[in-house]
């Protein structure tokens, strides 16, 4: 009888004292440095709970043939460290992941596995919409023809 009652407490207390997870999307345009500048767009979707956040992305950054520079798909899996709250409208964070690429320039193509690592900011707008600004250093694995990528993006972002 005491087992389960103080189960149940121990279940109530986690219950009332549990931070409520917070989801949020992302919708981005931007550049890729990489080797010259590209147009790159794409979308993040991610939750998280206090401290951390997990997030799915995609971009694609279009090509130039006049540079050599490739088509670049990626697809990552990212864990965010950030502040649990905006501070003046402000919440800083960094993240890493990793992810599976492709990369095509007229008949070659390379795809694989690849790790990013990066940070940003999102900026309250009105209500749930808030901007954010990120930057990101991509490093691509197997034989990609820049295995270092950079690429900086603004995009609305919906907090839900």
Known sequence: MIRARAAALSALLLFLLAAPAAADVTFFLGTNTTPEWRKTQGFSAGA????????????????????????????????????????????????TGAGYYQEALQAREDSGFGFNTGGGVKVNLIGPLRVRVDYRVFRLTDDALYPTAHRLYAGLNLKF
């Open 48 to 95: 998280g709970l206090l401290l951390f956040g997990f997030e799915f992305e995609y971009a694609n950054t279009s090509d130039d043939l006049d540079t050599v520079a490739p088509t670049l798909k990626t697809y990552s899996g990212n864990v965010l460290l950030q502040t649990p709250f905006s501070i003046y409208g402000f919440q800083p964070y960094f993240t």
